[in-house]
C-alpha cells in the first residue's frame, strides 16, 4: 500500500508519567496523534515511541508533514 498525503493537523493530548505512546509517523492513524496500526499497511513507516518522565500536556502540530511538538508540565490546582 502507498502512503497517502499527511494532512494537517493541530491538538493537545494530556499524556502521564512513565506510560509508553506510540505516536503516529504516517498519519493515516484515526486515533492521531496516536498510533492505532495502520503504519502496517504501509512499507517502511513505523510509530514513535516515547515515554515522559511527568505528566505533560503535549501540544501538537503537523504541516506539510512536519511534526512539532511544545511540552507544558500539568499545573496543581
Known sequence: MERKKEKDSIGKLNVKKDQRYSWCNC?????????????????????VRIWFHDDLTVFFSREKGKLQLKLEKIKEN
Open 27 to 47: 498519519g493515516e492513524s484515526k486515533k492521531y496523534p496516536l498510533c492505532d496500526g495502520s503504519h502496517r499497511e504501509l512499507e517502511g513507516i513505523q510509530p
